[in-house]
């Protein structure tokens, strides 16, 4: 098997994994090419012109290395946000529409439904069904018992079939 067969077959292993599975495989796999690469800037840093363009990017590399090594920490913790940036795509597209949020209270109001679609998306259910269940049911319920509205937040067990993707 090639080696680039190796790294494919094992980036989706640790897509499928748990999380824990997939916190043991990144110390396997990723904790030893890390380390050589933090080694690796060590070693080039007082090699190199700090004011140059390689000596600000190794700089900026070392300065945020904590973030950059955060995913070894925790297997809950996905290596991209391609996830986030493909839900929030449509709204970049349609930036033209917030012409219309002209005030504070306007995109205050949009910026919650969108993030109530996104999530319900992300938590399989039908945004449409979602949003009609939430609009019949909220006027008859009583906001101020958390335990309530826990029933109608988008990973709840209680929600309705009728509102999940996949009945």
């Given amino acids: ?69 955060a995913f070894l920490q925790d297997g809950r913790l996905e290596l991209s946000n391609n996830r986030s940036e493909r839900s929030i795509k449509p709204f970049v597209l349609g930036r033209k529409n917030w012409l219309f949020s002209n005030t504070p209270r306007g995109a205050r109001a949009s910026a919650t439904i969108y993030s109530i679609v996104e999530t319900a998306k992300e938590n399989g259910l039908n945004p449409f069904r979602y949003l009609e269940y939430l609009f019949e049911k909220m006027p008859n319920v009583d906001i101020q018992d958390e335990c309530v509205l826990d029933e109608l937040l988008p990973w709840s067990n209680t929600l309705p079939s009728e509102c999940k993707v996949n009945k």
Avoid at 7 to 18: C, G, I, K, P
Avoid at 33 to 53: H, I
């Fill in 1 to 69: 098997m090639a080696e680039n067969d190796v790294f494919l077959l094992t980036v989706y292993s640790m897509q499928r994994a748990s999380p824990e599975e997939r916190y043991e495989m990144r110390l396997t796999h990723s904790r030893p090419l890390v380390d050589e690469f933090y080694a690796w800037l060590n070693y080039q840093r007082p090699r190199v012109l700090p004011k140059s363009t390689f000596g600000q990017a190794i700089a900026y590399c070392l300065n945020q290395w904590t973030k950059l090594i």
